[in-house]
Nanobody
Framework: QVHVVESGGGLVQPGGSLRLSCAAS????????MGWYRQAPGKQREFVAGIISGVGTNYADAVKGRFTISRDNAKNTVYLQMNSLKSEDTAVYYC???????????????????WGQGTQVTVSS
């Protein structure tokens, strides 16, 4: 039972800012990756930003310089600070967590992907 819960979506004007949060909980042994994807209506889901534990961050070219991803390891929480928002940023934003499962005996299981429910971000005048 791994749960991924997102918050922070909403309506914002072009040029505005928004901060998304994603918290992972449940049967987690350790987290390898936390990141954000987005999907606009009729389009494929695309990578936005991510953090690989012990390695660093990566951003899609479309958001580089405007979005910042950060993580609070103690809380298993990742954030996406979105600045200078454009109408083309409008989409449902999904949080993905890649984590090793904690087995009943407390040992490490295999790595699996877990997705949040998605949060709507609308950039409009």
């Amino acid at each position: 039972q791994v749960h991924v819960v997102e918050s922070g979506g909403g309506l914002v004007q072009p040029g505005g800012s928004l901060r998304l949060s994603c918290a992972a909980s449940g049967s987690i042994f350790s987290i390898n990756f936390m990141g954000w994807y987005r999907q606009a209506p009729g389009k494929q889901r695309e990578f936005v930003a991510g953090i690989i534990s012990g390695v660093g961050t990566n951003y899609a070219d479309a958001v580089k310089g405007r979005f910042t991803i950060s993580r609070d390891n103690a809380k298993n929480t990742v954030y996406l600070q979105m600045n200078s928002l454009k109408s083309e940023d409008t989409a449902v934003y999904y949080c993905k967590v890649a984590a090793w499962e904690r087995l009943p005996g407390g040992t490490r299981g295999g790595m699996r992907d877990y997705w949040g429910q998605g949060t709507q971000v609308t950039v409009s005048s």
